[in-house]
Nanobody, 113 residues
């Protein structure tokens, strides 16, 4: 059974940095995509960044130049710099593998102004 466990959220002032980590366990397959989504109060869940096993990355326009996604075989990371209050949300780790979506439980990121 696939499990995703996030860590690294917290409270930070605007302009600060945080690094999120997500460790995957179970049969995640050799061809997959891992990444991060976020959901702010009253808003839909949205893509932040993804990183495929063949090296393709994708970023939301709102985070380009500020966030950097990286990964290894069974983990994905999100370095978040120059954080803004609009980045406040629950951040979810995501895995797509063998035609299924998997989600972590989420980690809260709060950016104070």
């Amino acid at each position: 059974q696939v499990q995703l466990v996030e860590s690294g959220g917290g409270l930070v002032q605007a302009g600060g940095s945080l690094r999120l980590s997500c460790a995957a366990s179970g049969n995640i397959g050799s061809i997959n995509t891992m990444g991060w989504y976020r959901q702010a109060p009253g808003k839909q869940r949205e893509l932040v960044a993804t990183f495929s096993s063949i090296g393709t990355t994708r970023y939301a326009d709102s985070v380009k130049g500020r966030f950097t996604i990286s990964r290894d075989t069974a983990a994905v990371y999100l370095q978040m710099n120059s954080l803004k209050p609009d980045d406040t949300a629950v951040y979810y780790c995501y895995l797509y593998s063998m035609w299924r979506d998997y989600w972590g439980q989420g980690t809260q990121v709060t950016v104070s102004s």
